[in-house]
């Protein structure tokens, strides 16, 4: 009897021993977890970041340069490791439509899919709009465009691009060195192009320039009330601060009423190879002057390589602002190796303190989030002018 309920007592510890075995080996060829070489667990994780922009609408192709960016990115950083974790990249690409008011459905949409940073929004209007929902998330946001100067400081929004405050300062300073004396200025109502206007007007006024104001509505395509009042207001120039679309059109029918000795301008909202065809061919724009913010092209320290891969996978040049979102994920990515951890919190507090290596040079944040060029890259962050000619940007 005693003897039984040994054999008893083996058997079950043999049975024990047989499934400990057979639950280290399935757990050795696991995808998730396996023993590292330093003898930690390895595993493999998944993390969702938010790309939050315009694929639709007017500023499409603003959105698809950012998307295309981001996706390079992603390719390039995917499988990185923090310690004994492989990180995974998966994207949830939404559209607002360039919308202010479909901004907060998709910052919802995206916390709802648990993602742990977003890039985004495109435009200062959908970033306005969105932000307050994922300050309440806890979830990090880049922009890598939205420009408008009180946008910062935010506590979970950055920016890889520079503000507004800078570059209106650049468009009234452009002015004032081609010895304009009266200059009209049009705003489309939204946040980006009003906060835009403000700064210029500041400028100008404080430099003793004659400013007269005027305002559209984006989405608008007769600009006759306002074509007859900066007519009768004689300017030298005329600065559209709103996008691409609006701005062919108003440039087209100052034209059309006479005004073919006036100076166009705007700011990085009508840098597009589109607003040629919006403004009815070339004659009607050539000659136009716009400003972006940022490090040149040419002395970006990845830009040759991104301009190909680019290409390569788009079938075109980067449209504006491609390479600012595309470091946008770098900065995310150098903040998860930094607290090796990808917890939107501890982004965040990362996010303040990396020094970034990306297409666009060496970069952080200063303590309002705004983009700081760092290391070889310092000094270089300017605002740069570009002058359409044939139909094509031209960097001056």
Known sequence: MQSTRIRRILAVLLAVAMLAAMSSLVGCGSSDDSESSDGGEAKTETIKIGIHTSLTGGLADYGFAAQKGIELAQSELDGFEVGNTTYKIELSLKDDKGEPAESPVVAQQLIDEGVVAVIGCLTSGSTNAAQPIYEQAGIPMISGSATRADLVPRTNFFRTCVGDNIQGKALADWCVELGFMKVAIMDDRGDYAVGLADVIEENLTAAGVEVSRESGQEGDTDFSAQVANIQNFGPDA????????????????????????VQFMGGDGIKSDEIVEEAGGAANVDGTLATIGGIPQDKMAGWDAFKTAFVADAGKDPGPYAETNHDALV???????????ADPADIIENLKKVEVMGVIGTFGFDENGEFKAMGDSAGLATIVRYKLEGGAWVAQ
């Not at 005329?238 to 009423?257: D, M, N, P, S």
């Not at 900065?331 to 951890?341: Q, R």
């Open 331 to 341: 900065a995310i990515v150098d903040a998860i190796k930094m607290g090796e951890s």
């Open 238 to 261: 005329v600065i559209f601060t709103g996008y691409h679309r609006e701005a062919g059109l108003l440039f087209k029918q100052c034209r059309e009423a006479g005004m073919t000795g």
